[in-house]
């Protein structure tokens, strides 16, 4: 039986780790891997939930439960930073394949903005991971990229075959001109030929 | 085998092959998975792992 005196304490505890478990099964879901260091963070949520169940002092079970709390917090931001990273990660191979065709710009027209909000992420998370603060509070400032960054991935990922498919327009475009430039060309210097030997036969 | 002999008179430590080391980490994972399925198929990240992809990302300029 929970003790009054216990219960906001507890549920605040319900809270964040049910908010845990959620963002693990997204980050799970979105990158196809698991986040061990979420997992630990959970496992030492269980351990100190039992070390709370073990004692009859006051004061520490409320610090046991606390430091659950912490654990689940962390937990919640370990899951949201593997799925930031992740996403970062995918945005960055995409720019290194296709920044250097103008059929990008031409397909996504806000490339450069989607590359800001990218790059805002990574100094966020840099920021952060130099900083020693409260992780519920890094949880806050960070959880919001996570989405941006999907969106981001999801209009990369759609955009590819169209890009794909400009870039195959392009080059048949490029080599139909060629095409018509080298005919040209050796229409003019037969030409040219025919005019010098009908000179030379006329002279 | 051969390998392994030469060491033992050279008196030198074999490099460990990171790869089957790799498989084996996985292997092991599998087994004590308890049925969950990205741990089954290996795949996790680790928080090493996690350190050193961060740092290609911070290194790297979006912009």
């Given amino acids: ?14 809270t964040v780790f049910k908010d845990a478990e959620k963002q693990l099964k997204h980050s799970e879901h979105d990158t196809n891997e698991l986040s061990i260091p979420s997992i ?14 073990s004692s009859q002092d006051s004061s520490k079970i409320e610090e046991e439960l606390n430091k659950a709390i912490n654990h689940a917090q962390r937990a919640k931001y370990d899951a949201v930073e593997i799925g930031i990273v992740y996403y970062l990660e995918q ?25 800001t909000k990218a790059q805002n992420a990574s100094d966020k998370l840099q920021a952060i991971k130099d900083d020693e603060k409260d992780r519920e509070e890094y949880y806050k400032e960070i959880a919001p990229y ?10 990369f990922q759609t955009s590819i075959p169209l890009i794909n498919k400009k870039i195959e327009e392009n080059n048949e475009k490029a080599r139909k001109e060629n095409k018509r430039f080298v005919i040209g060309a050796g229409l003019t210097l037969a030409g040219i030929v025919l005019s010098i030997v009908i000179a030379l036969i006329v002279g | 085998m051969l390998e392994i002999l ?4 050279k008196r030198t430590k074999a490099i460990p092959n990171t790869s089957k080391q790799k498989q084996l980490t996985s292997d092991l994972v599998a087994r004590y998975s308890n049925g969950n399925v990205s741990l089954q198929r ?12 961060e740092k290609i990302i911070f290194s790297h300029r979006f912009i």
């Fill in chain 1, 1 to 14: 039986m929970i003790e009054e005196k216990y219960k906001s304490i507890i549920n605040k505890l319900i």
């Fill in chain 2, 42 to 53: 290996g795949n996790f990240i680790t928080s090493s792992e996690l350190t050193k992809k």
């Fill in chain 1, 91 to 115: 945005i960055k191979i995409f720019q290194e394949n296709y920044s250097n065709y103008t059929e990008t710009l031409e397909i996504l027209a806000n490339y450069i903005e989607y590359l």
């Fill in chain 2, 6 to 9: 030469t060491h033992i008179i």
């Fill in chain 1, 40 to 53: 630990n963070q959970l496992r030492y949520v269980a351990f100190h939930l039992v070390e709370s169940f």
């Fill in chain 1, 146 to 155: 996570y989405q941006i960054l999907k969106d981001v991935y999801i209009s």
